[in-house]
């Protein structure tokens, strides 16, 4: 996750330290924070959710890897919103 602090002459600082994971979204903003970008920290979530349920099923051939997917419903309405 790369967090940019817009600092009043222009310079932007970026951070990936793991400890921001825990701040809520208002704590960063309170420290200056203006722009936090995801996309990357998204893509690595859903391949890891793909990884867990691959791993589940090639060495326990179980399908419990799939517990926590969004039904089709789900994944419809949130494109829609």
Known sequence: MFLTRCHGWGRLGRSRR???????????????????????????????????ASRRLIENGTFDGFANAL?????????QS
């Not at 793991?18 to 903003?29: K, P, S, Y």
């Not at 039904?71 to 494109?79: C, Q, R, S, V, W």
Request: glycine share 16%; aromatic share 4%; hydrophobic share 50%.
């Open 18 to 52: 793991q400890n921001h994971l825990r701040r809520r979204r208002a704590e960063i903003a309170a420290l200056g924070v203006r722009r936090v970008s995801v996309g990357g920290a998204m893509a690595r979530a859903a391949l890891g959710g793909f990884s867990i």
């Open 71 to 79: 039904t089709g419903g789900e994944l419809n309405a949130l494109f």
